[in-house]
Each structure stands twice: as C-alpha cells, then as structure tokens.
C-alpha cells in the first residue's frame, strides 16, 4: 500500500487502469506513510522482515477483536441517527398536530425540522457512514449510493427551508427572519452542504470521464472533502440544538421549565443528537476503522 | 518512521531510553503504516529507494508551499479563540453592567459566559493547539503545556458553573436548574472534559514514571484521547451555542428580531465560535498539520 496512496504513483506500479478501478479515495484518507528511512541501527531487510509480520498480526487482530467494535459502532450510528429522525417524528405527529402546507403556517413550520433533520443528518450521516459500512465493496458504489444518499438530502432541506419562510411570512403577524443565531448558523451549513455536493459530485464523479490525468487532483482533494464532510455534519448538529432551544423556550403552553413530558421529548431528541455527533464522530475519524487493503486484492485477483 | 511508530518496537530499533525521551504520543497519531506488502510487480529494493525519494520531496514542498497555510490557519485559530474571549467580556461589560458575586444574582450570572468560553474554548482550544504549534518541540514540553492549559481551564469551569447555580437559587424568585438543553449540554461536555483530563493526566503524565512498561499502553490511547478531545471542543461550541440562543431570547429589552446592537454582538460571538470549530478542525484533523519527523532527529543526535 506504501506505493499506492500516492497521488504520484511509481513507475513501477501496476498500471494506472487498475488504480482507476478502485479510485484513489480510500487510501489518501490515510497520510502520506514514511516521512522518515529507516534508524539506522535496522539494515532494511530485517526491518522490512519485522514490518510484514506485524500486518500479519495487525489483520489478525482486527478480524478476531476490533470487528466487533466496529459493528457495535456502526450499529449504534445507525440507530442514533434513524432515532432522531423517529423521535422528531413522533414529537411533531403527537405534541403539535402534524404537517400542513401553506393553508396552516403553524402546522407547516412543522415539516422544518422533520426535513432538516431527515436530511441534515439521517440522510446525510448515513451516506457519510457508507465509507466505514462499505468496508469490503467496490468503491465506486459506495461512492454512487454516498451521491443517492445526500441527493436524497437535497429536497429534504429545500422543502424544509421553504416550509419555515413560509411559516414566517403568512403568520398573522409575520415572523421576521435571519435574526437568529439559528438562522445564521443554517445558512453557513446549508452553504458548506452545497459548496461539498457541487465539489463531490464534480470532483469525484464527474471527473471520473477522464481518470488518469485526474487521479491526483481527486486524491489531494479527499481529505478536504472528509474534513469539511465530517464539520458540515457537526455544524448541522450544533445547529439543530439551537433550533430546538428556540422552539422549546418559544413555545407557549410548552412549559420547559417544568419539564413537561414534551419538553422531556425535545430534550431527548437533542441528546440523542448530540450521542450522533459523538459516535459519528468516533466511526469515522477512528483510524482503525478506515478503508485497508482493497487496492491489494483487485491487484492480485487481476494478476 | 515506518519502525517507529508502533507500539510493539522492533527488536533491532534505536533503544527505548531514546524513544522515551520523545514519547510515543505524536507518531501515534498516524495509523500504523504500511498495511500490505508492496505491489507485486514492485521489487522491495526499487520500491524502498522510491519511499526515499519521495519522502525527501515531502520535506522539501512541506518546507515551501505548506509552511505558508500552516502558519495562516494557526494564527487564525488563536485570533479567532482569543476573539471569543474578547467578544464576550465586551458584550458583558458593555450590554450586561460586568460581574459581581452572590450579593447581585444577576451581575453573578455573567461571570458564567465568561469563564466558560475562557475555559472550554480558549484555554481548551489554545492547549489543543498546542501540539500543532510545537511542532519543532520536545514533546515532553508540549504535553507539559497541553496540561498547563487544560489545568487553566478547570478553575474556570468551576467557577462559571458556581455562578450559573448561585444566579438561579438566590434570584427572586428563584430559577429552576437543569431543564434546559443547555444545562443538559453542559453536563455532558463538563463529564467528557473532567474525564479526558484525568485519563491524560494519570496516562500521559504518571504512566512517564515506568515509561518502558507502559509505552504500548500510552501509544494506544493517544488516539482515542485525540479524537474525544475535539469531541469536547466541539461540544463545548454547542453547547456555548444553545446557551447564547437561550439568553438571546430570554433576556428582557434585548429585542432580538429587531437585531439590535446586542443582538448583532450575541451572534458576532456565536459566529466566531462556529468559525473557531471550523477552524480548530481543520488544524488538528489535516493530516498535514501533524507531527512529523521528531525521531529520526534525536535518533540522529544521539549515535
């Protein structure tokens, strides 16, 4: 692997079709490995020796101890994101009357954070969370249905943003809009989710039509794209718990300081949002828990 | 490096007092290298002498290009942490007629904004910063300021959170505690702080005392330490977050659609911590950014 994350591969490495094949993002999640030669105490042979036994153990350990940590976070990202989108969900359908359109301003401000959060972070943490389930899949599908997934998210967050304009401008007095600190931090996420859309979709995908000259450019850019992903992510979260501290300290007859059972609701939901961001965050920036060893195998079973 | 950055040293390596003397915190933080053997069509010899080749470009184009958004983004992330702190003590006294202790709940309350951004966000975020900072260090300073900071930071926490209870009891009539998401927030991100702190302090510091038993230990932890630490710091933005839109909403003549001056300064600050969360992520997760080549320099010295 050494000689395969580069974004400026060897000579002597197996053709550029094959690297094409499984393109260059999952191993440029990894830096650059060593910066530095061997101490010169160790002649290479015998560091070299010392090197490939312990990936020996190294693919061991994983396959007898760290699977089950990975499945069991995995498995918990799930549930936590799918939660959120079930507990907002059941807040919206049983404390506040449901979903309308524009014939009910009160009742149409309630798709806005069933929308935003069913696209912000059940849909889009799920296509993010791809990258570690994907673990032993061809990498352009994982690189499709990560594409289907935050496509999915597009309408969810358009209809959802419409929904609270709307609401805003046909209550009887209008709301104003974009004071709020909630406002604002949803307009730098819903910038930074387009700005990452348009640059995936282009970069990685587009792209694709001419691969070799642009596999160094799409390899440098991924951990840019994983980075401003992971942050979208959180800013989304942090914008979120904003929203809901309005709504939970707006809302006449919600009591929050009494800790009725809907304010308990919307407590719980901001928290198992917050446990989210925390496993979300644990999935995929655990190193262990990355993409290895694909790029081998296509090789040896085309040899 | 490849030989040492793992917790199990080769037999052949540099002796432990040396690797000792710069622990084993910074290499760590990279994933073990080298997962797979070189491509098959790749002799070790012609591959090796390919990883020197590169290896000294990186130094080289590090030395050049990167330097340049190394030392923007570090200088960014400490004006905008500092800018944080300024911009709260001017909105407290300037808009909230500064600090007092129990004989004025209210003026006492405003010691808590205070001390919890100067404590989780720039004390915190300036320690974490720290090991990117010192780069060039000792590591054992490095660590020896990271737990400087972080000490920094404790009093702060505790005493912003004394306030925050005193202002709620002795106001009249008094305040309900811990309903809110914020409250709910707080005691999260105080847990993961209190326990990030004790495990660094007793792993990192007190494990030094029986270095060679416990290097193996204290290399695994480094990155679960890492990853929770921005966790926390993030947290800690949220959380700053949804206490600002609670006060924001709350505060009586505030005006806040009417994006009054206060108004405008309340989501200033709450801007330029979502900034310093965009920013702090960026410097620690970047690949680039971390430590590098601290070993082959003291091996160097020493023989």
Sequence with gaps: MDNTVSPMPLPEMAPMAEFDKTPPTPPEEEPPPGDLPPPPNVT????????????????????????????????????????????????????????????????????????????????????????????????????????IFHALAVPCVVVGFIAVLDSHNLANPPIRNFYSLHSWMGFVTMGLFALQFVVGFFSFLILLCCENATAGFRASLVPIHAT???????????????????????TP??????????AIIINALAMTLVASAIVMAYALLREGFRYSGHILVSVQSEM
């Design 44 to 147: 290479p042979g015998s560091a070299e020796k010392g090197q490939k036994h312990r990936n020996y153990d190294d693919e061991n350990s994983w396959a007898c101890g760290n699977w089950f940590e990975f499945l069991l976070v995995v498995a918990l990202a799930i549930i936590l994101l799918v939660g959120a989108l079930v507990l907002v969900l059941f807040w919206v359908l049983y404390y506040r009357q449901g979903f309308a359109w524009t014939e009910n301003p009160t009742l149409e401000f309630n798709l806005h954070p069933v929308l935003m959060i069913a696209g912000f972070i059940t849909f889009s943490g799920f296509s993010m969370l791809l990258y570690r389930i994907g673990r032993c899949c061809r990498r352009i599908y994982v690189k499709l249905f990560h594409t």
């Design 228 to 250: 401003f992903g992971i942050l979208t992510f959180m800013l989304a979260v942090a914008t979120c718990l904003t929203g809901l501290t309005e709504k939970a300290f707006l």
């Design 253 to 262: 007859g919600l009591f929050y300081s009494f800790m009725t059972e809907e």
